[in-house]
Protein backbone atom coordinates (compact mmCIF):
# COMPACT_ATOMS: atom_id res chain seq x y z
CA UNK A 1 0.00 0.00 0.00
CA UNK A 2 1.29 3.62 -1.13
CA UNK A 3 2.56 5.34 1.59
CA UNK A 4 4.30 9.26 1.89
CA UNK A 5 5.63 10.51 5.03
CA UNK A 6 6.40 13.92 5.11
CA UNK A 7 9.21 15.12 8.30
CA UNK A 8 11.09 18.41 8.47
CA UNK A 9 8.51 21.12 9.71
CA UNK A 10 8.51 23.45 12.74
CA UNK A 11 8.93 26.71 13.32
CA UNK A 12 11.37 28.68 11.65
CA UNK A 13 12.20 33.08 11.78
CA UNK A 14 11.54 34.83 9.01
CA UNK A 15 14.29 34.68 6.35
CA UNK A 16 15.54 31.31 7.63
CA UNK A 17 15.97 27.94 6.22
CA UNK A 18 14.26 24.58 6.37
CA UNK A 19 14.13 21.38 4.49
CA UNK A 20 11.14 19.10 4.26
CA UNK A 21 11.71 15.66 3.32
CA UNK A 22 8.97 13.15 2.02
CA UNK A 23 9.95 9.36 2.28
CA UNK A 24 7.62 7.10 0.02
CA UNK A 25 7.00 3.38 0.02
CA UNK A 26 4.64 1.23 -1.69
CA UNK A 27 5.02 2.33 -4.84
CA UNK A 28 7.78 2.73 -7.85
CA UNK A 29 8.79 5.69 -7.00
CA UNK A 30 10.70 6.45 -9.65
CA UNK A 31 8.37 6.24 -12.30
CA UNK A 32 6.39 8.75 -10.05
CA UNK A 33 6.46 12.76 -10.16
CA UNK A 34 6.86 14.13 -7.14
CA UNK A 35 5.10 17.21 -5.91
CA UNK A 36 4.61 19.25 -2.66
CA UNK A 37 1.33 21.49 -2.26
CA UNK A 38 0.63 23.35 0.37
CA UNK A 39 -2.65 24.41 2.98
CA UNK A 40 -2.78 27.76 4.94
CA UNK A 41 -5.69 28.61 7.60
CA UNK A 42 -8.30 29.31 5.69
CA UNK A 43 -7.32 29.06 2.11
CA UNK A 44 -7.01 26.43 -0.48
CA UNK A 45 -4.71 24.06 -0.95
CA UNK A 46 -2.16 25.19 -3.70
CA UNK A 47 0.82 23.94 -5.69
CA UNK A 48 3.93 24.81 -4.71
CA UNK A 49 6.40 22.78 -6.85
CA UNK A 50 6.94 19.29 -8.80
CA UNK A 51 10.06 17.31 -10.27
CA UNK A 52 8.70 14.70 -13.04
CA UNK A 53 10.55 11.16 -12.88
CA UNK A 54 13.37 12.69 -15.44
CA UNK A 55 14.42 15.42 -13.01
CA UNK A 56 12.43 18.35 -14.23
CA UNK A 57 11.23 21.11 -12.21
CA UNK A 58 8.51 23.02 -12.25
CA UNK A 59 7.86 25.90 -9.04
CA UNK A 60 5.04 28.45 -8.33
CA UNK A 61 5.47 31.99 -8.79
CA UNK A 62 5.59 32.81 -5.46
CA UNK A 63 8.60 30.37 -4.61
CA UNK A 64 10.57 30.55 -7.21
CA UNK A 65 14.04 31.27 -6.83
CA UNK A 66 13.40 30.83 -2.91
CA UNK A 67 12.34 26.66 -3.00
CA UNK A 68 13.95 23.92 -4.50
CA UNK A 69 12.79 20.38 -5.16
CA UNK A 70 14.98 17.43 -5.44
CA UNK A 71 14.58 13.67 -5.10
CA UNK A 72 16.83 10.90 -4.28
CA UNK A 73 15.35 7.38 -6.19
CA UNK A 74 17.69 4.77 -4.07
CA UNK A 75 16.15 6.30 -0.79
CA UNK A 76 12.63 7.07 -2.54
CA UNK A 77 12.79 10.50 -1.20
CA UNK A 78 11.87 13.91 -2.16
CA UNK A 79 12.83 17.41 -0.27
CA UNK A 80 11.79 20.67 -0.80
CA UNK A 81 14.61 23.38 0.33
CA UNK A 82 13.16 26.26 1.32
CA UNK A 83 14.90 29.60 1.46
CA UNK A 84 13.86 32.92 2.41
CA UNK A 85 11.30 31.88 3.95
CA UNK A 86 8.43 34.67 4.52
CA UNK A 87 5.59 34.16 7.12
CA UNK A 88 3.16 33.67 3.94
CA UNK A 89 4.83 30.75 3.26
CA UNK A 90 3.09 29.19 7.02
CA UNK A 91 1.29 26.57 6.15
CA UNK A 92 0.82 22.70 6.04
CA UNK A 93 2.87 21.30 3.46
CA UNK A 94 1.48 17.79 1.44
CA UNK A 95 3.97 15.98 -0.27
CA UNK A 96 1.92 14.39 -3.37
CA UNK A 97 3.30 11.31 -6.08
CA UNK A 98 1.20 11.28 -9.29
CA UNK A 99 2.10 8.89 -12.36
CA UNK A 100 -0.23 8.28 -15.50
CA UNK A 101 -0.66 5.25 -16.88
CA UNK A 102 -2.34 3.16 -19.59
CA UNK A 103 -5.25 6.65 -19.75
CA UNK A 104 -5.42 5.94 -15.41
CA UNK A 105 -4.11 8.60 -13.24
CA UNK A 106 -2.65 7.04 -9.98
CA UNK A 107 -2.10 9.76 -7.19
CA UNK A 108 -1.20 9.15 -3.04
CA UNK A 109 -1.00 12.28 -0.57
CA UNK A 110 0.75 12.36 2.77
CA UNK A 111 -0.27 13.34 5.91
CA UNK A 112 0.96 16.80 5.93
CA UNK A 113 3.23 18.63 7.70
CA UNK A 114 3.43 22.04 9.36
CA UNK A 115 5.76 24.93 8.72
CA UNK A 116 5.64 28.48 10.62
CA UNK A 117 7.33 31.31 9.68
CA UNK A 118 7.13 34.08 12.74
CA UNK A 119 9.65 35.69 14.67
Known amino acids: QAQLVESGGGLVQPGGPLRLSCAAS????????MGWYRQAPGKQREFVGV???????NYADSVKGRFTISRDNAKNTVYLQMNSLKPEDTAVYYC?????????????WGQGTQVTVSS
Open 26 to 33: GIIFSSYA
Open 96 to 108: TAVRHRDGVTQSH
Open 51 to 57: ITSDGST
